[in-house]
């Protein structure tokens, strides 16, 4: 394949994929107006952030699974599609039930869309690039994820809350022509069955937690003990139908385990980060347009380090440069026990450009290590397993700071994890050389 068909491929993926973390992002600044002019409260409109999360991190499993079954470049389409015409509905959205539900819709397309367009990447890019391309790929949803709150601000109030939705429209268009045109049809597995039961135990699971992650108010013995019970059904599935959603063998591989509970550790410190900055600076009294900055340095240094460290994994190896992201990752964490309310300006902004930069100098390395991990045929169920641990990270980073936001114990707490992920990394490594070693011996 020619460099400029690879880079039209990627051009088509990127378009689409980096909607689903502006999309993510954008709204939170409307949250105000758009709870304004539908007249409900603040606390009720942030029923349209969880529905999205919930949705995205229920879907992309089930996604990754429909894409390996009927052809990624398939869903991938249907993933945009959904998008556009529910970005649309969204804009004209009259309560806040339809709102919720519309934008339910438009998380469903961007679900389909993340592990379908991972999962074309492992197709079309060969091996040696892999890595490169996941730096891209992490720099721009990173940007994505930044460049959101801004262009939100913006489009509010140079038009109204219905912008941010119809901004997606254009660029959707563009995935969809390109996407269509230069993405090949990828081969499909054999097995034409799709796990319905499964899906739903998995999904009820993935809801629950959800819910009680992101609204304490749903926590009592009750929910738990439905939570269970699904996670018991949903084993039970698994381990006894012919063709499970999940398989439950893929997590015996050492780098498809590891790699999951990378993402997972690496968006908690992350989430719990971006989440708690804003809280704590209001309380120094920082002005919005002071705390917005230092988001904006944290999520550009993350964007240009995912590139970087796309760089270095294909250079030095995967495994160092988790090591690298999750070591620098302990150190900054160290920098935070300074945030007190005689801060510096200047304090902060270097040690959220060093913690934007930890975040992602892994990602690329992650991200490759979980797809190379499995077969082709699996890319895609690997891929939405991948994005749901990615969002289960940030659900609790958002349970987390809820519960310890300017306490010392937060830091702590991000402290251990993040040397979690530090011992992790390094026993993976061990265990990696050790198996080559054998290899060479026997």
């Known amino acids: 394949m020619s460099r400029s068909k690879e ?3 990627l051009l088509a993926i990127l378009t689409g994929t980096i909607l689903v973390p502006v999309n993510s992002t954008m709204i939170a600044v409307g949250l105000p107006t758009i709870a304004s002019e539908l007249s409900v409260s603040v606390s009720d409109i942030t029923w349209v952030v ?3 999360l919930i949705v995205m991190a229920v879907a992309q499993p089930i996604a990754g699974k429909l894409g390996d079954i009927y052809g990624n470049k398939k869903v991938l389409l249907i993933g945009f599609s959904l998008l556009i015409i529910f970005s649309v509905a969204c804009a004209f959205s009259f309560n806040l039930v339809s709102l919720i539900i519309f934008r339910s819709l438009q998380a469903l397309g961007g679900a389909l869309v ?3 367009a991972t999962a074309i990447i492992r197709y079309v890019i060969p091996k040696d690039k892999i890595s490169n391309v996941f730096g891209i790929f992490g720099m721009s949803m990173g940007l994505g994820a930044a460049v959101g709150p801004l262009l939100g601000s913006e489009l509010i109030s140079l038009f109204n809350w219905e912008a941010i ?3 997606n429209i254009p660029f959707l268009l563009m995935a969809i022509l390109l996407s269509w045109l230069m993405i090949p049809n990828l081969s499909k597995t054999k097995t034409n069955s799709l796990d ?13 937690i959800t819910l009680l992650l992101t609204h304490n108010e749903y926590l009592s013995v009750w929910t738990i003990l439905i939570l269970l019970l699904f996670i018991g059904l949903f084993i039970y599935q698994e381990r006894t139908t012919q063709a499970p959603l999940i398989e439950f063998p893929m997590f015996k591989n050492r780098a498809f385990f590891s790699s999951n ?5 690496n968006n908690f410190v992350m989430y719990s980060t971006i989440l708690f900055i804003p809280i704590l600076l209001k309380s120094y009294h920082f002005t919005i347009n002071k705390i917005g900055s230092l988001l904006f340095y944290f999520s550009l240094a993350m964007s240009i380090s995912a590139l970087v460290g796309g760089k270095l994994a294909n250079k030095f ?3 160092k440069v988790i090591i690298l992201s999750f070591l620098l990752s302990s150190f900054t964490v160290l920098f935070y026990f300074g945030f007190t309310p005689k801060v510096t300006y200047l304090y902060l902004m270097s040690t959220l450009l060093l913690g934007g930069f930890s975040a992602g100098i892994g990602a690329a390395a992650m991200q490759s290590t979980n797809i190379e991990s499995v077969s082709k045929e699996k890319s895609g169920v690997a891929a939405g397993i991948y994005s749901t641990f990615r969002y289960m990270g940030g659900m609790m980073a958002s349970a987390a700071v809820s519960i310890y936001v300017g306490k010392t114990f937060l830091y702590v707490l991000l402290l251990i994890v993040s040397v979690i992920g530090l011992i992790l990394s390094i026993v993976l490594t061990l265990g990696q050389a050790k198996a080559v070693k054998k290899y060479l011996v026997g």
């Open 7 to 9: 880079f039209l491929i």
């Open 50 to 52: 969880t529905i999205y």
């Open 114 to 116: 993340t592990p379908n």
């Open 165 to 167: 939705f119809w901004v």
């Open 196 to 208: 319905i039961f499964g899906s739903i135990y998995l999904g009820s699971v993935l809801t629950f």
């Open 261 to 265: 509970l990378s993402i997972l550790i």
């Open 317 to 319: 190896g995967k495994e």
